[in-house]
């Protein structure tokens, strides 16, 4: 039912220019090492961003944080901390993005003075387990500057997972709300609507798939992936996109939608590493720390 009613918000959206495309960027080297396919395996502090739902499996306080040095100077961060509690977990994240100055151009493309921007998220959810199935929602409160011009704004993520034995799906509702206006004109936020399956293998293993879906005019791509623990607390990952193997054009590059990773897990912390592509930029790398008290 919950899938139903996320589905029917999703299609709902019409086509406009977006803005914030700063929340499209994954968090979380452990699922961006298996392609983004997240949905539906989501266990952990970084569940605050791709299925709030995944919060409510957490039976240990965990606090994460992620960094990714991107291009032209650009960084990433997030931070994330979730609270397990007998009437649910509850849990806070930050992500900013910010650059360094960046020289302006006047009309004619002479240099001029130089200016900032940079992005931010603060997130709140919230996570329950239900007979029926595992539901979460989180709150966003956003803000991006560019010089100085600035807009704020709210969004709200509402996820839904649910296991069957060794299998299970989860959907997620991400950036849900009115858009960021700067000066007179407003655009929309990324909607996107996210609907996948994982599969957990004796021995630590898993595998899974989504299909993400911007019903704004962004088109769909799938996301696969899996994690195979080679010895005890060591995990290999890879995964595949189509998000990135879609080129600038109408052409197609299989090579460029290859994601791999790797990770170190123990009861109490985990660190994990993963490379990605970046469409004609390359390949980027995240690096993730969580710990688990």
Do not use: C
Request: hydrophobic share 45%; proline share 3%; net charge neutral.
């Amino acid at each position: 039912m919950m899938l139903a009613f996320l589905l029917m918000l999703g299609s709902q959206g019409a086509r406009a220019a977006e803005t914030a495309s700063f929340l499209d960027i994954g968090v979380g080297a452990r699922a961006l090492g298996m392609g983004g396919a997240y949905t539906a395996l989501a266990d952990d502090a970084n569940s605050l961003y791709w299925n709030p739902a995944g919060l409510a499996k957490l039976d240990k306080r965990e606090f994460t944080a992620s960094h990714a040095e991107l291009f032209e100077s650009t960084r990433h961060d997030f931070l994330a901390y979730a609270h397990p509690t007998g009437q649910g977990t509850f849990a806070a994240g930050l992500t900013y993005l910010s650059q360094s100055t960046i020289e302006g151009r006047d009309s004619l493309g002479r240099p001029t003075a130089g200016f900032d921007a940079s992005d931010a998220a603060l997130s709140l959810g919230y996570a329950r387990k239900l007979e029926a199935a595992d539901l979460g929602a989180a709150v966003k409160y956003l803000r991006s500057h560019i010089g100085s011009t600035e807009a704020q704004g709210m969004a709200v993520d509402l996820g839904a997972k649910r296991a069957f034995d060794q299998v299970s799906v989860g959907a997620a509702l991400r950036n849900l709300g009115p858009g960021l206006k700067f000066a007179d004109q407003r655009n929309d936020l990324p909607l996107r609507l996210a609907a996948g399956a994982a599969y957990k293998f004796p021995g630590g293993h898993a595998a899974a798939a989504e299909f993400v879906n911007g019903p704004r005019g962004a088109g769909t791509d799938a996301s696969f992936g899996g994690e195979f623990q080679a010895v005890k607390s060591l995990y290999l990952r890879a995964g595949y996109t189509t998000r990135t193997a879609i080129t600038g054009g109408s052409g197609f590059d299989a090579a460029r939608g290859l994601t791999m990773g790797l990770g170190l897990r123990n009861e109490k912390w985990s660190l994990d590493y993963a490379v990605l592509p970046a469409g004609e930029l390359g390949r980027s790398h995240r690096f993730s720390l969580s710990a688990r008290w």
